[in-house]
């Protein structure tokens, strides 16, 4: 594999696909369920509950897969544009942390004994090891942030007055944002440790919700700029064309940094203890924080617009169909994108204060995340590991039109399912995270919508299909004997930009990192100093429920 950084991003990658294949496995089961078929009691004694099925789901994909992909590509490409080395003892410390805190946290997650879903609200009560393990998995990522800012301090050290270049400046607001986003966890950890391990008698539901929460929004952006960065980066080249404005393209991650953290009441307009006024503040600094996604969508789809018209594209919409298709990373991100536009309107509805109250805790829900994290960040994902995993191993992809199916497949069955969830949340109220067989409020809303509801086991059976392929493509690539470095990209394919940063005013602007980090944390203050402070000082512990 050459450099030993490439060692260590495949090491990163393919942990997180691993966590990924685990997950995923566990999805057509949800899906099912919400069709009317319960397998679960097939799986005892291995798996005890729905509910520990959908524990293993959510932590693996969404907290475990989605971070090691942004540890893998948040360092890897940064080094490869600076042409440094990060620290390779560091790095490997915080691989060796990601790799022992999971399995710390899968063994009672494997035994039933933390199966609190995702979002671990309290009273459920884990084993002191889940949150452990959980802990220090999170904690390697702050090893991932001090290598990628001590690459650029060397840098800048070593080019006095330029423009840090786009995917390091990416990287680094991304790192300073996850900083500044993951205290909440890292506070709520602290309580629930002590809690699960009997050191305090009880913890406030409202204050652990709340601290949940503050990472809890600006979580989905750690998941999601790995993909815009690529998307940025790499899409525009791999289309045949380049990225419309560089300035622009910073600007994007720098209203990242300010506003992906202040926003998470959004969660919370069902909570009680939370003053209307905050939870309104909340509603437009979260509309703030959706206009960087605008954004995206115009300098994305303009640079697609290049790379269509230089592959011959004629007229109007031509140029779509000029784009390279049948490539599969390309495709990946084409049907991501798509899927990602219909996801962010539902975003939106989900963040309009009233018009949340119709469904919340709904599977509208659900039908929301997976076209975001599930659809484009996943295939993003996918999509990047067809070039990835090649570049890194010197080992060309095999089976293309395998892979092509899976992206074509995946996109197909999260379309389906995400539409019946969005149709069934929003007409006739189905809760989410029902099992059921198990519950008689879903069960009376299940008999209303079940013609809709029987699209998930379609869905289960198309993804399921979908993620044989990709996983047999991706480790039929990286276990194969034959090497032939001809036919594998040899480097990063970083794309051109038309309008560059240097002499833009709006570039120079967005380099003072530092000052707009400081302003991120007024910010954060602002929008939540008051509301901690009050829950703090009025907390009303209670003792939980022990899940073992
Ligand atoms: Fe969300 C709940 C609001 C984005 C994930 N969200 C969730 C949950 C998850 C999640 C996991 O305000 C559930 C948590 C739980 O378990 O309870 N979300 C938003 C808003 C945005 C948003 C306003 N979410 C995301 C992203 C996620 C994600 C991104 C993961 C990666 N979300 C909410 C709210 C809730 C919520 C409430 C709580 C609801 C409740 O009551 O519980 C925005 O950031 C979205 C902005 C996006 C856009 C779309 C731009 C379009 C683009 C595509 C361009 C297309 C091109 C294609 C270029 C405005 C960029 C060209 C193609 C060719 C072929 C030419």
């Not at 080094?79 to 790095?91: C, D, I, Q, S, V």
């Not at 007055?161 to 890292?186: E, H, N, Q």
């Not at 010197?394 to 999260?414: C, I, T």
């Amino acid at each position: 594999a050459g450099a030993p950084e490439k060692k260590y991003t495949l090491f990163m990658l393919m942990l997180g696909f691993i966590a990924l294949m685990v997950g995923t496995l566990f999805g057509p089961l949800q899906a099912f369920n919400y069709g009317g078929l319960d397998l679960y009691p097939f799986l005892k004694p291995v798996f005890q509950s729905y509910y520990q099925g959908l524990t293993i789901h959510g932590v693996l994909n969404a907290i475990i897969f989605t971070q090691l992909f942004g540890q893998a590509i948040m360092v890897y490409l940064p080094a490869k544009e600076l042409g440094l080395r990060p620290n390779m003892t560091l790095a490997w410390v915080s691989f060796w942390m990601a790799l022992i805190g999971l399995l710390i946290a899968a063994l009672p997650l494997l035994g039933n004994a933390a199966s609190v879903l995702y979002t671990f609200y309290p009273p459920l009560k884990a084993h002191w090891a889940f949150y452990v393990g959980a802990a220090l998995f999170v904690l390697s990522s702050y090893v991932s942030i001090y290598l990628v800012l001590e690459m650029w301090s060397r840098w800048k050290r070593a080019n006095p007055g330029k423009i840090t270049p786009l995917a390091t400046y990416m990287s680094v607001t991304f790192w300073l944002m996850w900083f500044l986003a993951s205290l909440g966890l890292v506070v709520e950890a602290l309580f629930l440790i002590a809690w699960s391990l009997g050191l305090v008698a009880g913890v406030d539901p409202l204050l652990m919700r709340t601290l949940f929460w503050y990472t809890g929004h600006p979580i989905v952006y750690f998941w999601l700029l790995p993909a815009y960065t690529l998307a940025y980066v790499t899409l525009p080249k791999l289309a045949g064309g380049k990225l419309v404005s560089d300035p622009l393209s910073r600007l994007v991650f720098l209203l990242f940094l300010l506003f992906s953290v202040p926003v998470g009441f959004h969660h919370q307009f069902a909570d009680p203890g939370i003053a209307p006024y905050w939870k309104m503040i909340h509603t437009i600094l979260t509309m703030m924080v959706a206009v960087p996604s605008l954004i995206t969508a115009f300098t994305i789809a303009a640079s697609l617009e290049v790379a269509g018209r230089a592959n011959g594209g004629k007229g109007l919409l031509g140029w779509i169909g000029a784009l390279p298709w049948n490539n599969p990373t390309v495709l990946a991100f084409l049907l991501g994108f798509l899927a990602f536009i219909p996801g962010g309107a539902g975003g939106i509805v989900n963040a309009s204060f009233n018009l949340n109250q119709n469904i919340h805790n709904t599977v509208w829900i659900p039908g929301h995340f997976h076209l975001q994290v599930g659809t484009l960040v996943t295939m993003a994902a996918m999509g990047t590991a067809f070039w990835l995993i090649p570049h890194l191993t010197g080992k060309p992809l095999v089976a293309r039109g395998m892979a092509l199916a899976s992206q074509w497949l995946w996109f197909l069955g999260m379309f389906i399912m995400t539409f019946s969830l969005h149709w069934m949340g929003f007409l006739y109220a189905v809760p989410r995270r029902s099992h059921i067989a198990g519950s008689p409020i879903a069960m009376e809303a299940y008999r209303e919508s079940s013609a809709w509801m029987v699209l998930n086991i379609v869905s289960g059976v198309i993804l399921l299909i979908a993620a044989i392929l990709f996983f047999y493509v991706i480790y039929a690539t990286a276990l194969q004997s034959r090497r032939d470095p001809e036919r594998v990209m040899s480097e990063v394919p970083f794309s051109e930009v038309i309008s560059k940063p240097e002499g833009s005013s709006l570039a120079l602007m967005t380099e003072r990192v530092w000052f707009w980090f400081g302003i991120a944390v007024v910010l954060v203050v602002l929008a939540y100093g008051p509301v901690l402070f009050q829950m703090f000082t009025n907390m009303n512990p209670v003792p939980g429920q022990r899940l073992w």
